[in-house]
């Protein structure tokens, strides 16, 4: 069975190592071009913060800027595309065909046909896209931590473990769907959608739950102003800097009863007449505070192993799901 | 020695039942004719007899165990689907490396054989094969399985009449060699007249009547003469089938005693007929309902 498995799945897996590898090349071949710009950072001991701003701005100008964004549109891309193209299909392609009636009636059970099904293409997965996020990884660290976001979410998902958990499940979710829908292209489109759904909601709303974010109440700088707006009839939004090396949940201005601070602007000192800086210096004399939760950079890791074991035990739950349903019905 | 034994047996979709209480018994060794309209429930029974389904309610024995219970007896049954599929991107040696690979008692040299007898590549890949060649592969590879019962599901229903005629001449030569059971199904008697030696008549949902050819042949006649009512026919008669023209009745009937009434022509069937009587009584049996619901 093992065979039979590798043989129809063999075009796919040679599909998958060479793209692979030709990203693999791109990435040995630019290494040296960052390494050659990172070299100012590496020799900088004090007061780097321009040679860091330098680098970034030469590295997002060069070859490599592109390599960037392309690496990371593919740490996105290739989980879903794993779910679609090997998991989807992988029992749908056989029902709809018939040809598990000549897979189930050979001297193997269902079972062992499903187990070495799911255990080859699951290990393949995680393989190809274990080796894929290890080499972006490596190749982006540099990058990563000069710009010092690694945790805030875009980043976030195209490094470390979680992208080899994005895949196990969408190949799972694959799988699963294709045993209940039955057809190849259906499965295919509800594969996706439910794919995008389910990583999609991890940042926007539970990401931020899986470890304990940093919560602090500091005077407001009003040196450290990110915007400063005001509405035509008077109302203010005020945007604190972000965090640094951190991914920013809330960050607002309060006032000192706690209530978030929106105006109304005082029309004798701020407007569009009035002098640089007046406005500033009113809303300074104001005493808000800052009212920012955030996640350190420093919680990365812990995130990543949470978040990849959300994902691993949503994929052994569709496992699961997908044995029972191979036995409970039948034809 | 029974190869095939089920007690009311039942498998519904929902509300539709699409086997009902159905009671068999068949002998091992013979080779089986599964005989019915499209639709009524032969498909049904053979997927339950392979374990491709399970029974809603009864029980099915096949060779002494539950079907598709395990390896040993999912080794025991080969089965060539309704529409003998094959992984169409694998070649013809790749199917046979399968079979080699998941059967334990696989007999490679048969492959071979029956392989290079029907000239196929095998480099070819299956999707490019003829109807009539996907066939003879899955009957290939069922074969070479070495199960002790065949269950083949209308497996020339696709094909044209020479396929057709070497498909069922490859399937006797096997199974006079290898005295494998054999159950195959088909909506057509001319099929199935020249090589099974025991009938099950399905329709409906339901098995009609079920027994060896030659007993079946040995038991029904049809009996001609001055019209009557089937009451006034010798004890022991049972009717199939009743038609009446003017002064003149015909019955079908089941006998285990030979008939002696003078009054009455008694005429032998032929398979065809025989299993004609069958559908038309369970078509006739519906019908009072149809009118009922105009």
Redesign the interface.
Known sequence: MIWFTWRQFRTPAVVAAGALAVVAALLMISAGGVSDLYSGVAACRTDCADTVESFLTRFHNSASGTIYYTTMAVMYAAPPLIGVFWGAPLVAREIEAGTHRVAWTQSITRTRWLATKLGLVGAATAAAIGLLSWAVTAWAGRVDSAAADRITPLVFGARGVVPVAYALFAFMLGVTVGMLVRRTVPAMATTLIGYAAAVAAMPLWLRTHLAPATHETPALDMGKLDALMISQSGEMLIEPDPVADAWTITNRPITTTGEVFTGPADPTRCGPDMPNGSCADWVGTLGLRQDVVYHPGNQFWTLQWIEAGVFVALAAALAVLSFWWLHRRSS | MTVLRAENLTKRYGRREALADCTLDVPAGRVVGLVGPNGAGKTTLL?LA?????PTAGTITVLGGRP?A???Q??K???V?Q?A??????TVA?HL???A?????WDQAVAGERIAALGLDPRQKAGRLSGGQRAQL?LT?AIA?RPELLVLDEPVASLDPIARREFLRALMAHTAEHRTSVILSSHLVSDLERVCDHLIVLTASRVRVAGDVDELMGTHYRLTGARRDAADLPAGAEVIEHSATGRQSTFVVRSVVPIDDPSLTVEQLTLEELVLAYLSRSVAAHRPELEAAR
């Open positions: 997927q392979v374990g491709m389904l399970t598709g395990g390896p040993d999912l080794a049954v080969g089965f689907a529409d599929a094959t992984y169409a991107n694998l790749d490396r399968f079979g690979r998941t059967n334990p008692r899955a590879m399985k």
